[in-house]
């Protein structure tokens, strides 16, 4: 299996194996957890001059793995337990493989913060690992550099959607008659935001609401904008229908900032994609229910 990065394992200054990530994955559990896939090799060594006393006939002992986030300041994710593979973790003349897999609960407050400092960046994880080698009864420090891994947009995107962080609302339009193409485009201007959040690209998010709204608008007189605005109207009365032109005024003008040069400098933080995502999504539910009725009474 390809291996994300590696780091030589070393005993008394003789290098002995080594270690490495797999990839990273979650499991179904009330806690979100980041489930690690760990590769070990543990070899032996022994000098033919004499000179290095072998190393050989050992195992490893008090096994600790911390999981940090490779920012500036490093900070620790928490510290991963083993849960799977490997247990009697022995070296071998001919060089012993071993897996094992450790996990670590990541909150969903973690997750926030992790994802706002992300950005459109991959995820870059340090994984650190401490052991000690139990050989003729003694024990010997094992050194091991941190592993500095990336783990790509699909496979944490994957890690975010079964953790639960990146549940994708499911809009539910309703529909007099045949599905309304018009209506099913707006939907699927949606989630192709929600999926440009999830990896993220968060301007592109936020356009995709303009489009999702034009969309919702097609098939109506005129300017889809005006129209919106009038279909509000109709619905709702001029007071309370006004301000809900409002707020498609304001989606668009947000949107607007992703698109043309005087909103070239405009970066959108996560929270306020998800927000403007958020309004869009009921936006367009509000919409479909609104022409789902006036349809059915033509």
Partial sequence: ???????????????????WVEGVHAEPSFEPRLTLRIGLELKEAVDQDGRVPPVRDYRLSDLRMQLRWASPGGRIIGC?????????????????????????????????????ERGEAPAKLVLEFWAAAVMSGELHQLHVQPVEFVVSHEEWGEFLRMSGFAEVDVLEVRRVG?????????????????????????????????????????GLEGDPWKALKALAEESMGDRVGGEYSKMVSAIKQLSSETF????????????????????????????????SHREGEG
Wanted: aromatic share 4%; hydrophobic share 45%; charged share 20%.
């Fill in 178 to 218: 045949p599905p309304s193409e018009h209506l099913k485009r707006a939907v699927e201007h949606m989630r192709e935001a929600r999926a440009f959040i999830l990896t993220g690209h968060l301007n592109p998010a936020v356009g995709k609401c303009r489009m999702a709204l034009e969309a919702a608008a097609t």
């Fill in 260 to 291: 043309h040069d005087y909103g070239a400098d405009t970066e959108y933080g996560r929270a306020e994609a998800k927000f403007v995502v958020r309004i869009t999504e009921d936006l367009v539910v509000l919409i479909s229910v609104i022409r």
């Fill in 80 to 116: 991963l337990l083993p849960c799977g593979g490997s247990q009697d973790l022995r070296s071998a003349d001919y060089g012993a493989t071993h897996q094992l897999s450790a996990a670590v609960p990541v909150s969903h407050a973690i997750l926030e913060q992790i994802e706002t």
């Fill in 1 to 19: 299996m390809a291996r994300l990065a590696e780091s030589r394992l070393s005993i008394n200054a003789t290098t002995v194996g080594a270690v």
